[in-house]
């Protein structure tokens, strides 16, 4: 479950990903973004927010570009930094490239791996929690009933082209930058979103 807060923050994040994207092989010359889903997936100590953007660039391309958001710096993560943000509620948030963030990525090889649905999104309004239907929808193939999957520790997430990998543990993770390129595997993250999809998103195999 996804709790989403009814909050201001500054800047927001498609201004923290103009700012950020331009920077990044894959998505160099960006230029200002549009975005055209998200999605969320659950922490299950409850503590680091888990969201993926799809985002539109001027040209068309669809980029793919997971976030995490924590109250406190990640240490060793100083290269992913994206960049912080004021929650009205939560105070200051630390984003990070979710690649580089072992939370995101063990989600990732969760759902991909033992087909763990993404997190159901709910917004508080007043003391209640209203149901929201998110803007993509993302499954796992779902092959393992009881994967292995990557323990808490340091990532070293490399860019491939159009894609980049993330070697964790025993798994090599394959995350799809521009959308519609390559990571074809048995083990895969497919998307929809209202204006695109189905897509390969994201490739989990073994270590090579």
Same mark, same amino acid.
């Given at each position: 479950?996804?709790?989403?807060?009814?909050?201001?923050?500054?800047?927001?994040?498609?201004?923290?990903?103009?700012?950020? @994207?331009? &920077?990044?092989?894959?998505?160099?010359?960006?230029?200002?973004?549009?975005?055209?889903?998200?999605?969320?997936?659950?922490?299950?100590?409850?503590?680091?927010? @888990?969201?993926?953007?799809?985002?539109?660039?001027?040209?068309? %391309? *669809?980029?793919?570009? #997971?976030?995490?958001?924590?109250?406190?710096?990640?240490?060793?993560?100083?290269?992913?930094?994206?960049?912080?943000?004021?929650?009205?509620?939560?105070?200051?948030?630390?984003?990070?490239?979710?690649?580089?963030? #072992?939370?995101?990525?063990? &989600?990732?090889?969760?759902?991909?791996?033992?087909?763990?649905?993404? &997190?159901?999104?709910? *917004?508080?309004?007043?003391?209640?929690? *209203?149901?929201?239907? #998110?803007? &993509?929808?993302? %499954?796992?193939?779902?092959?393992?009933?009881? #994967?292995?999957?990557?323990?808490?520790?340091?990532?070293?997430?490399?860019?491939?082209?159009?894609?980049?990998?993330?070697?964790?543990?025993?798994?090599?993770?394959?995350?799809?930058?521009? *959308?519609?390129?390559?990571?074809?595997?048995?083990?895969?993250?497919?998307?929809?979103?209202?204006?695109?999809?189905?897509?390969?998103?994201?490739?989990?195999?073994?270590?090579?």
């Amino acid at each position: 479950m996804a709790r989403i807060h009814r909050a201001t923050l500054r800047p927001t994040k498609l201004e923290l990903l103009t700012a950020w @994207l331009p &920077a990044q092989a894959w998505a160099a010359g960006a230029g200002a973004v549009e975005q055209v889903g998200a999605y969320r997936f659950d922490d299950p100590a409850g503590e680091v927010g @888990l969201e993926a953007h799809l985002v539109e660039c001027a040209d068309g %391309t *669809v980029l793919h570009v #997971p976030l995490t958001y924590r109250g406190a710096p990640l240490d060793g993560a100083e290269d992913a930094l994206v960049g912080t943000m004021e929650h009205s509620v939560l105070g200051r948030r630390w984003v990070y490239d979710g690649c580089a963030d #072992p939370v995101w990525v063990a &989600a990732l090889a969760r759902t991909v791996l033992s087909g763990t649905p993404q &997190a159901e999104e709910l *917004v508080e309004d007043g003391d209640a929690l *209203v149901p929201r239907e #998110p803007t &993509a929808r993302v %499954t796992g193939t779902g092959l393992e009933a009881d #994967p292995d999957l990557p323990e808490d520790g340091p990532l070293t997430p490399s860019d491939r082209g159009p894609a980049t990998v993330v070697r964790a543990g025993d798994l090599e993770l394959v995350v799809v930058r521009q *959308v519609g390129t390559g990571a074809i595997g048995e083990h895969v993250l497919t998307g929809t979103w209202t204006t695109g999809g189905p897509a390969t998103l994201a490739a989990v195999r073994p270590a090579s």
